[in-house]
Antibody, heavy 126, light 113 residues
Framework: QVQLQQSGPGLVKPSQTLSLTCAISGDSVSSNSAAWNWIRQSPSRGLEWLGRTYYRSKWYYDYAVSVKSRVTVNPDTSKNQFSLQLNSVTPEDTAVYYC????????????????WGQGTMVTVSS | DIVMTQSPDSLAVSLGERATINCKSSQSVLYSSNNKNYLAWFQQKPGQPPKLLIYWASTRESGVPDRFSGSGSGTDFTLTISSLQAEDVAVYYCQQYDSPPLTFGGGTRVEIK
């Protein structure tokens, strides 16, 4: 079955870059039917979708406006994984970060999240 | 952004009784071209990621017990647990995937009375 395994540091200093990786098993980051998302959860902001990447003959990227200037989601086909980079972090970025799959296919529309990673608690603090 | 508002914030239900959670979206999530509501429900237990229960407002995900059901259309939706079991204690979230940014409700905590 499809599994997502997250990795990355749990502590990041303010103004630095948060970097997380999500390794995919049982599916392909280059799948024509899936998209690969990052979502975070904090007590103050709840569940917040950050962005996604997907492949439909070429790579596409969607980002939430709230973080668009600071966020990058990148695929790594050689390792069948994808990553999140969030620049210039502040304590407000402290949250549990999740990767997740959606099966949006080639419809041009969105889909919900059927498979989730285990979550990574990231604290932004000096 | 589409704002998702859930009610109540929490509820306590006796074992075997019905639990009902409401979710209202600030604009319709019904896509007229395919007549589908882009609305999902998740269950989250402590220390775990959210688990998909319902999509298209009323379609149960594979393996989800049939005591969970979803209903509604347009802007008003309901998740019903027909006979609450001890393992259903959790926080439940609705989520719209009609238009970006994809947004979630604030959650409803379900406990045993």
């Amino acid at each position: 079955q499809v599994q997502l395994q997250q990795s990355g540091p749990g502590l990041v200093k303010p103004s630095q870059t948060l970097s997380l990786t999500c390794a995919i098993s049982g599916d392909s980051v280059s799948s024509n039917s899936a998209a690969w998302n990052w979502i975070r959860q904090s007590p103050s902001r709840g569940l917040e979708w950050l962005g996604r990447t997907y492949y439909r003959s070429k790579w596409y990227y969607d980002y939430a406006v709230s973080v668009k200037s600071r966020v990058t989601v990148n695929p790594d086909t050689s390792k069948n994984q994808f990553s999140l980079q969030l620049n210039s972090v502040t304590p407000e970025d402290t949250a549990v970060y999740y990767c997740a799959r959606d099966l949006s296919g080639g419809t041009g529309r969105y889909a919900t999240f059927d498979i989730w990673g285990q979550g990574t608690m990231v604290t932004v603090s000096s | 952004d589409i704002v998702m508002t859930q009610s109540p914030d929490s509820l306590a239900v006796s074992l075997g009784e019905r639990a009902t959670i409401n979710c209202k979206s600030s604009q319709s999530v019904l896509y007229s071209s395919n007549n589908k509501n882009y609305l999902a429900w998740f269950q989250q237990k402590p220390g775990q990621p959210p688990k998909l229960l319902i999509y298209w407002a009323s379609t149960r995900e594979s393996g989800v017990p049939d005591r969970f059901s979803g209903s509604g259309s347009g802007t008003d939706f309901t998740l019903t647990i027909s006979s609450l079991q001890a393992e259903d204690v959790a926080v439940y979230y609705c989520q719209q995937y009609d238009s970006p940014p994809l947004t979630f409700g604030g959650g409803t905590r379900v406990e045993i009375k």
